[in-house]
């Protein structure tokens, strides 16, 4: 690896970076306008086409990467001292995002073919992604943290369009608002830092900010400023990937079309927030107590949602809460200065995730979009290649080796353990609900009895090939995703070296946190430690729902107070809806009531009134007969003579 | 410049002041026609009686100043004249036909 160039030209021409963004743009464009013009196929195609190309040219910038590099495109906006030109930072961790992004995505637009085939809007679902891939890729690539927030704001958009894609109900377009508003109040906190930034280094360049940030240069304020720009980052990371508070809206969103929570809700947008700690990961280490809430809210929040994730019965809901609770982990590792197994979780997670819910999606397909996992059951025979894939999914996610789940979750719990007992041991019972309740779906979905209607026993069928093709492809990655950090097997972390600069000014800074060695002993007893207690996991879930064949409580069954708050998920929507929803809605409806009706409505009408009657009045002046204007035209030429000239 | 010595001697025979008074009330003849007829065509000509009364005082002082500017001035009068009494009578001719009258009265449809 060459060093470090700062302001390094880009190798290749300025179009081929344009074309990342710009091909899902153009796929955007031409899948919109021509919406209702295109058959399903061709929407299709054009909308896949356009992500696998960004997805070559980003290899091509991947395999061709050497050094770090920005590429000016143009100067954005200039006012004053506030230089932010548009430029995009090829680096190890946007290289790694763009390869994620249109990975990933090219695959679930493959899926999104079979998927949403007899769907009457599928130009209008191909323009959204794409404009989904297209935000996301911009968010990845700014070299600044304005156009991190462009991307962040438009990611956002296309999550409430595609949450409420169904826009004929009600409760879709609720769930889409949510998602919206609660992402507002991350994003508020966000824009503040970014304000609080350019205060302090004077831009909002990575670079610059960074350099700044490493040498101490914090403008008027102390390195306490740090801190409270860190905590104000959080806040937005908080939104864009729902940690608590502000998770709510997550398992919402699977109201959308199951291949946009695949995509959006699991695999990439959710993961947005990660990716800005760790852009801003030198910011980070200067804060230390930042990171102790970071770490916390974490942790907290991977428990929290397993806990809520073990008495779901919506097969997507399920997935939901363990998506929150994996990005738990990821803050967890965060807080805890392990950034690359952060990192490393992110992309086996999008794996993973992915395939989960791709393949929720092929048993959703089966059982004419029946989610409620009460009405499922031995499924197993009718769909073989969703049930062995998801079946690895599971395993992955569980942290059994040698799946990719296992090396990053594993890696993110020894770090915690050199961190601190008590959250390793939160962590570790963490995994083990993990596993019980991934365990618990694949079971009451694939094993025992069928439950479901005659008619849909009837038709249940595999999925065609476009959706268990990306199904395949993503099993095989989350199998063996997680040798790119494995050391034990392989001899060498190939994600850590790749991503070491990312952390240059970090290590520089706090170089005891990037040299903890564990003891190969511990280490060993570790991973011994979380895969027994994922093994008893997935036996309990066996126990309970294959040898015992228990199915879950109806909706208006008894439970005992501590089943009833899981089910009811902590009773949190209803805490915020008495808590700030009501009240709000209470004083806008006051508003309206007492200051639209009362004062600005009379305002408003007394304007047009007063001209109304104005004119009423001098219509009288307008007779229409031609006399009286002649003869009023001679008294005013007469009066204007007699006055200019009588005074001669 | 005015050469009043070139002017011939029988062009005074006639005081300036008669063709003021003259012009003046040929003048407010035609105001009081435009005013009190309703028929456009009287009125219409009664315009034409403002206007050459006007071209009668201009050829008289230019006349008496031996000044060709006012009679030039007359000319273009006559040509701005004619051109608008086509137009006029063109608006007339179609006030006639869709009224089968020429009263202006009848012309009140801009009444607010």
């Known amino acids: 690896m060459e060093t470090v160039l700062p302001g390094a030209t880009a190798p290749f021409s300025t179009l081929l970076y344009v074309l990342i963004p710009g091909l899902p743009f153009l796929g955007f464009l031409l899948n919109g306008l021509l919406n209702k013009k295109l058959s399903s196929t061709v929407a299709g195609a054009i909308g896949t086409l356009a992500v696998l190309g960004s997805f070559l040219l980003s290899v091509f910038l991947f395999v061709n990467f050497k050094y770090q590099y920005t590429v000016n495109l143009f100067d954005w906006i200039s006012v004053g001292s506030l230089q932010i030109p548009f430029s995009y930072q090829i680096d190890q961790l946007s290289l790694l995002m763009l390869l994620l992004i249109t990975g990933v995505g090219t695959l679930i637009h493959i899926y999104s073919i079979g998927y949403m085939h007899h769907d009457e809007n599928v130009g209008k679902f191909f323009s959204f992604l794409n404009l989904f891939v297209f935000s996301m890729l911009i968010l990845v690539l700014g070299a600044n943290f304005v156009i991190l927030f462009i991307g962040w704001e438009g990611v956002g958009l296309c ?106 809700h699991a695999a990439t947008m959710v993961t947005a927030g990660i990716y800005l700690v760790l852009r801003s990961n030198v910011l980070f280490t200067l804060a230390p107590q930042t990171l102790e809430v970071v770490g916390i809210i974490g942790l907290a929040t991977a428990l929290f949602a ?38 490393f979780h992110v992309l086996t997670h999008a794996f993973f995730k992915a395939l ?60 915690v353990y050199e961190h601190s007992k008590v959250m390793w041991v939160i962590g570790v019972f963490t995994s083990f609900l993990t596993a019980f309740y991934m365990f618990r779906l694949l079971f009451l979905t694939f094993f025992g009895e069928f439950r479901g209607t005659e008619e849909q026993r009837h038709h249940l069928h595999e999925s065609p090939a476009s959706m268990t093709l990306p199904l395949i492809v993503l099993a095989i990655l989350s199998a063996v995703g997680g040798f790119m950090g494995a050391p034990m097997f392989v001899g060498k972390h190939y994600l850590a070296d790749f991503l070491a600069p990312i952390f240059t000014y970090s290590r520089q800074i706090l170089p005891a946190a990037f040299n903890t060695e564990p003891e190969h002993s511990t280490e060993l007893m570790l991973m011994g430690i979380s895969v027994a207690v994922a093994v008893v996991g997935i036996v309990l879930a066996y126990v ?105 | 410049m005015t050469n009043a010595s070139i002017v011939p001697a029988v062009i005074h025979e006639v005081p300036l002041q008669y063709y003021v008074f003259f012009a003046t009330a040929l003048f407010c003849i035609g105001v ?20 050459n009364a006007v071209n009668i005082l201009l050829t008289a002082f230019a006349a008496y100043r031996a000044d060709p500017n006012g009679q030039v001035f007359v000319f273009f009068i006559m040509a701005v004249a004619a051109a608008e009494v086509s137009v006029g009578l063109g608006i007339i001719v179609m006030i006639y036909r869709n009224f089968q009258n020429t009263d202006v009265n009848l012309l009140s449809r801009l009444r607010g």
């Open chain 1, 306 to 343: 397993a806990t809520i994730g073990l008495a779901q019965n919506d097969i997507k809901k399920v997935l939901a809460y363990s998506t929150v609770s994996q990005l738990g982990y990821m803050f967890l590792a965060l807080g805890v200065m392990g950034y690359t197994s952060s990192f």
């Open chain 1, 544 to 648: 309970m729902y294959v040898a015992r064949a228990q199915r879950p409580a109806e909706d208006d069954a008894q439970r005992s107070a501590p089943e009833n708050l899981v089910y009811h998920k902590y009773y949190i929507d209803e805490l915020y809806d008495n808590l700030i929803v009501k009240p709000v809605m209470a004083l806008s409806t006051g508003l309206y009531k007492f200051v639209e009706n009362g004062i600005i409505d009379p305002i408003a009408n007394g304007v047009g009134r007063v001209t109304l009657a104005g004119g009423q009045l001098l219509r009288a002046v307008q007779t229409g007969s031609v006399e009286t204007y002649l003869i009023l035209m001679v008294i005013g030429i007469v009066l204007i003579l007699g006055l200019n000239f009588g005074r001669l």
């Open chain 1, 159 to 264: 999550s409430y369009l595609l949450i409420g894609f169904w826009n004929k109900n009600t409760s879709y377009n609720n769930a889409a608002k949510k998602a919206f508003i609660i992402n507002r109040v991350g994003d508020l906190g966000f824009l503040l830092g970014i304000f609080l930034m350019y205060l302090t280094f004077n831009s909002v360049q990575y670079a610059e900010v960074f350099q700044k940030a490493s040498l101490g240069q914090f403008g008027n304020y102390g390195v306490g400023v740090v801190t409270v720009i860190t905590l104000l980052l959080f806040v937005g990371a908080m939104g864009k990937s729902a940690q608590l508070p502000l998770y709510t809206w997550l398992p919402d969103a699977m109201a959308g079309p199951t291949p946009v929570s695949a995509l959006i």
């Open chain 2, 32 to 51: 009081t026609g435009v005013l009190i007829r309703r028929n456009a065509i009287i009125i219409f000509m009664c315009i034409e009686l403002m206007l």
């Open chain 1, 356 to 415: 989960l819910f791709l393949g929720a999606g092929s048993v959703i397909h089966a059982m004419s979009n029946e989610q409620d996992m009460r009405r499922m059951g031995g499924l197993r025979k009718a769909l073989p290649i969703t049930f062995l894939t998801m079946l690895i999914g599971c395993l992955a996610i569980s942290g059994i080796p040698p799946f990719a789940g296992f090396f990053s979750k594993d890696e993110i719990l020894s770090h």
